[in-house]
């Protein structure tokens, strides 16, 4: 297991560290002179974070391509207020070298249980042929076993093992509260459109050494793939209404809720619109969560700037946080004659850890 991880940078601010991650990205650019320099993205199961190599460039620069692991030795510490690495040396690593588990996020919660929550769910549905169809996805092995897997996206929302899975849990769970709240809403027809709204992410997004997109993803698009999955699993379902199946494509088609966020269509029924509503909550709780947990040893009760929402965040928890005034600080506020002798009688902050670094392995 390494023995550094991203979770780790506040600790280890302005310190050269040696430890390995995966390349998300590779970027061959030029400096001023016209000489190139190396652009990374790295991640571990805690995060990414931007690499930059700017001497003996020319010796790493095929080395090593994206999707690979590299033990890299560098100096990490902030520019803009976001941590960085300037690389000194990489190496590239074998397979062999590698536990992948080191690499990638993973939800904290239990699978079993998560998948368990979404059959208890479909074995209440009414509607016979949306529980036939639900479970004949759920039924087929090499889709549940994907499904338990992949991530809901490739950054922006519960981007990590298990992220679609837990996701559609989410959904669940307030999907079947605001129906309660709107009894007009077909809670079976939303419920299956929440399970199948983001099934094509199982074939969009490839997640074995970094999450990254298939060709097949690229080319037509989970919306797409999903529609093809769709229709396959209809057909092996004897006089499954069409206008059921229209209303699930229309689900699958509109969730997105904007032309500009890439729907071919608008939402134009209650519960297209519920589930567009609810998606897009869930997807901007999570990043909200995520980006609070990735900047969780800063003091600062406001974030970084949030790419996907447009603007920084305010951690309310540290917001409304009062540090108690201590005997010590009060006794310093009422008295500015204090000696040097009692300043100094203060006990010394410990030594700052260790840094991990083995040079040896290059």
Known sequence: MKDFFLSDCPRFENKVITSSFVVTTKQVKPKKTGEPYLALTLADRCGQIEAKMWD?????????????????????????????????KLRRMADSEVDFADYLPKTNKNIDELWQTVVDFVASFEDQHLKALVQAFMSDPEIAAAYRCAPAAKTLHHAYIGGLLDHVVSLFRSCDLVCRNYPQINRDLLLTGAFLHDIGKIHELAYTRSFSYTSRGQLLGHMIIELEMLQAKIAAIPGFPDELKTLLEHLIISHHGHYEFGSPKLPMFPEALMLHYMDDLDSKMESMRAHFERESGSDSKWTSYNPSLGRGLLNTAKFLDKEPVTIVAAAAASDSTATVETQTSVEPSPAPPATPTVDKIF
């Open 56 to 88: 003996n460039v020319e010796d790493a620069l095929d080395v090593f391509e994206q999707d690979d692991f590299l033990k890299i030795k560098g100096l990490l510490n902030k520019y803009k207020n976001r941590f960085q690495i300037t690389i000194h």
